[in-house]
């Protein structure tokens, strides 16, 4: 009896390419579903800029640096550090637009995560007609890497934001 090991092999590399193939994360667009209800929006009885002011005011009062400030757009941004080689930032960005009853705010937040990685270089030099060199000297270099970068869709977060403008409006806003 002889045993031949090519559908053997054959086999084990087409349950690999299956294997390989469903472990891809489902595309994003696939979950999106476009709501009405959205709880990126938050509405005001004042007018755009007076609305965004609010934002503004609010990211301050949270310790956001507010890097762009337009009248009707607001981008702030919050530096995290939970572990020592591990660190988030934090970017929000709110944008009023007039409405029939004042203005809607928008806000979109983004969690970037970094995470520090230990890198080393060596020096080298070349030299025409000798060719090149490699020193032994080594230099360690540690930098923060962007490991991930998602948008917060978590309706809470957005709540606790608009409430906290809706409070330094005097609470007068309805959602």
């Given at each position: 009896?002889?045993?031949?090991?090519?559908?053997?092999?054959?086999?084990?590399?087409?349950?690999?390419?299956?294997?390989?193939c469903?472990s891809?994360?489902?595309?994003?667009?696939?979950?999106?579903?476009?709501?009405?209800?959205?709880?990126?929006?938050?509405?005001?009885?004042?007018?755009?800029a007076?609305?965004?002011?609010?934002?503004?005011r609010?990211?301050?009062?949270?310790g956001?640096?507010?890097?762009?400030?337009?009248?009707?757009?607001?981008?702030?941004?919050?530096?995290?550090?939970?572990?020592?080689?591990?660190?988030?930032?934090?970017?929000?960005?709110?944008?009023?637009?007039?409405s029939?009853?004042?203005?809607?705010?928008?806000?979109?937040?983004?969690?970037?995560?970094?995470?520090?990685?230990?890198?080393s270089?060596?020096a080298?030099?070349?030299?025409?007609?000798?060719?090149?060199?490699?020193?032994?000297?080594?230099?360690?270099?540690?930098?923060?890497v962007?490991?991930?970068?998602?948008?917060?869709?978590?309706?809470d977060?957005?709540?606790?934001?608009?409430?906290?403008?809706d409070?330094?409006?005097?609470?007068?806003?309805?959602?």
């Open positions: 009896m002889r045993f031949s090991f090519r559908p053997l092999v054959l086999l084990t590399l087409s349950g690999l390419l299956l294997a390989g469903a891809r994360p489902t595309p994003a667009y696939k979950h999106e579903s476009f709501d009405s209800n959205s709880p990126f929006e938050y509405w005001s009885t004042r007018v755009p007076n609305a965004c002011e609010l934002g503004r609010a990211l301050l009062s949270q956001y640096q507010v890097e762009e400030t337009k009248p009707e757009s607001i981008r702030g941004e919050k530096l995290f550090q939970p572990e020592a080689d591990y660190g988030m930032r934090l970017s929000i960005s709110l944008v009023c637009l007039p029939n009853v004042g203005t809607v705010i928008y806000a979109n937040a983004r969690q970037t995560r970094f995470a520090l990685k230990a890198g270089s060596s080298g030099l070349s030299v025409t007609g000798i060719g090149s060199i490699s020193l032994p000297w080594v230099a360690d270099k540690d930098s923060l962007k490991v991930g970068e998602e948008t917060i869709a978590d309706p977060f957005y709540k606790r934001l608009f409430a906290l403008i409070s330094l409006d005097g609470g007068s806003n309805n959602n």
